[in-house]
């Protein structure tokens, strides 16, 4: 049904959220550890800095966000998860914490 089209869209919808305040505060963080803060640094700084950033976030908030996008997409039917926490305590409980980075090595 019409519903179908929605399926699975609570999980992007909050890791944007989830992508966006963080990688401002990330950002923030990773310019005062590698001295990008300071005027008239290099520009290397910068770049590193961003580096830190995207590569921490897409690793600590992504992966998880598209692995339980992905297992709701999936479904057929019915299906195994109810919704976006549903899965998320399901894989927790069956594999663990690790379990929701699942894939991590292919964002590498």
């Not at 770049?47 to 897409?58: E, K």
């Not at 996008?69 to 109810?82: M, N, T």
């Not at 976006?84 to 594999?95: E, G, P, Q």
Request: charge should be positive.
């Amino acid at each position: 049904g019409l519903g179908g089209l929605y399926k699975g869209a609570a999980s992007p919808l909050l890791g944007a959220m989830a992508h966006n305040a963080g990688i401002f505060f990330s950002y923030g963080q990773a310019r005062k550890f590698t001295g990008a803060d300071v005027p008239g640094c290099e520009l290397y700084r910068f770049f590193l800095a961003g580096a830190l950033a995207g590569g921490t976030l897409i690793t600590i908030v992504e992966t998880p966000v598209d692995l339980l996008k992905i297992k709701l997409q999936a479904q057929v039917g019915k299906g195994e998860f109810e919704g976006v926490f549903d899965a998320a305590k399901k894989i927790t409980r069956t594999h663990g914490f690790g379990g929701v980075y699942q894939g991590v090595a292919a964002t590498w």
